[in-house]
């Protein structure tokens, strides 16, 4: 009886210690935030369906005008109260993972969870141009707080402090949120090393990956297996490459552009505290609902822009118009703080400047249309590596999204020289300018 009790101590020790526990608990955390997250999605596709259908009923109707711009703010009320009740909701939620992962912030994840499910939701119904990855990487960090929390109040029956290994599960659900959200499970835990915590870390990167691909099965068996984006791509001939050169370039500082553009809407939004934050919500959600009267394709996140592209060509003028609105009303909605994201978005901005990139190249010079698409995805790499500075995830999420291989060599040189020129201006990546000035905000609230 020794021996069985000896035998079994072993292989637990030893189960424990090879980190196959923290293995497969990334994993059940991949099937959890899996889980939470096609909830996630799917409150924003009908959000957005429904969206659509209210612009499509009230156009030319001033009755009906009327009362969707009263349903706006009722929108609006009810997204300021939440930020009210849980600040730590607001915004992409990327600042708030790289405190927690950290063990520097201690958030009530059921309140956040909640609230950001919510809160994201009715944002999109309400147009305003966000996207849903942050939101569902940080669902996917409170669902691991959660996991954690409950298991070790039924071990020890008592709250505990974090631990390491509790952290690097937080990870996980953060690297499982973006999987899941767009079925990338290699850029979920890249994403995580480079951005989040800026190093290679063996551990994280077997329970990471655990947790990714879990989480991506979970949400193909809602969504199936397709690619986000069904571009039909060909490789650039390599007499043309010298292309790519004022493209990342372009892109670069298209990049550090974005970054002060939406700080400074920031702000300004921050700036104006003196006016409740009820009616600054109202008057952002009042900007989205004229946005959609005259052009309701940069509503939400941008699929109905991305939609367009995937149609065909559109006129270089349409691509302009769509390109500067959409970046426009991105601030606005983002300068806000309310729940939401900037990756699809930003994505969406990419596509059409690499869209309108691409027309100009096939109008001046000898190349083959088909290849306007492959601008398109360089785009969307480039502009996501000017913005976040984070060459390697842009390059796998790009690939993973569209479902190609043959743009890999082509990708990776725009991001690159995307990356290098928007370090060159000095402007640093978006999330550390986020992340510095949400440590701020919170050591003024320690100190009131």
């Known amino acids: 009886m020794k021996e069985h ?22 994993i059940l955390i991949g099937i959890l935030t899996g889980l939470t997250v096609v909830l996630y999605r799917y409150c924003l596709t009908w959000a957005e ?22 349903a706006l703010a009722g929108l609006a009320l009810v997204v300021a109260q939440l930020l009210r009740v849980e600040p730590l909701a607001g915004g992409s939620g990327i600042p708030q993972i790289m405190q927690e992962t950290k063990g520097e912030l201690d958030s009530t994840w059921w309140r956040v969870l909640s609230a950001k499910l919510v809160g994201g939701t009715l944002c ?48 996980c659900g953060a690297g499982a949120g ?15 090393m ?13 329970a990471g990956m655990a947790a990714t691909i879990a989480a991506d099965i979970t949400a193909k068996l809602f969504f199936g ?66 946005v959609g009267l005259f052009l309701p394709q940069v509503l ?19 691509l302009l118009l769509l390109l500067l609105v959409k970046f426009i009303f991105s601030g606005v909605s983002f300068g806000s703080g309310v729940p939401g994201g900037i990756f699809f978005p930003l994505l969406t901005l990419g596509s059409f400047l690499g869209a309108i990139y691409g027309s100009l190249a096939t109008a001046w010079l000898p190349l083959d249309g088909a290849l306007w698409t492959q601008f398109i995805i360089l785009g969307m790499a480039g502009l996501f590596a000017g913005i976040l500075r984070t060459p390697v995830t842009a390059i796998i999420l790009v690939v993973e999204m569209t479902g ?16 290098i020129t928007a370090n060159l201006t000095g402007n640093p990546p978006i999330y550390v300018s986020l992340l510095e000035r949400f440590v701020a905000g919170q050591k003024k609230r320690l100190t009131k």
């Open 300 to 318: 939400g996140g941008g699929n109905a822009m991305v939609t367009l592209l995937e149609q065909g060509q559109p006129a270089l003028t349409t």
């Open 178 to 192: 973006l999987a899941a959200a767009f079925q990338v499970p290699l850029a979920g835990i890249l994403f995580v």
């Open 194 to 206: 480079e951005e989040i915590h800026q190093s290679f870390n063996r551990t994280l990167l077997a």
């Open 49 to 70: 369906s429904f969206l659509f259908y209210i612009q499509a009923q009230i156009q030319g109707n001033a009755l009906y005008i009327f009362f969707w711009f009263l």
């Open 404 to 419: 190609s291989m043959t743009s890999l060599l082509d990708i990776t040189i725009v991001s690159l020289l995307a990356c």
């Open 5 to 26: 009790k000896s035998t079994w101590a072993g292989i637990s020790k030893a189960f424990c210690s090879n980190n196959i526990l923290l293995v497969v608990q990334g």
């Open 225 to 290: 297996t397709a690619p986000i984006f069904s571009y039909e791509t060909a490789s650039l001939p390599l007499c043309w490459y010298w292309l790519l050169v004022p493209l990342g370039l372009l892109l670069g500082l298209a990049g550090a552009c974005y970054n002060t553009v939406m700080l400074g809407a920031q702000s300004l939004f921050n700036s104006l505290k003196k006016i409740p934050m009820s009616l600054r919500l109202i008057a952002v959600f009042f900007i989205s609902g004229v």
């Open 124 to 171: 999109i119904l309400g147009g305003l141009s966000l996207g849903r990855s942050g939101p569902s990487m940080q669902l996917g960090t409170m669902a691991a707080k959660g996991f954690v929390q409950i298991r070790k109040k039924a071990v020890a029956k008592k709250h505990t402090a974090l631990q390491k290994n509790d952290l690097i599960l937080l990870s």
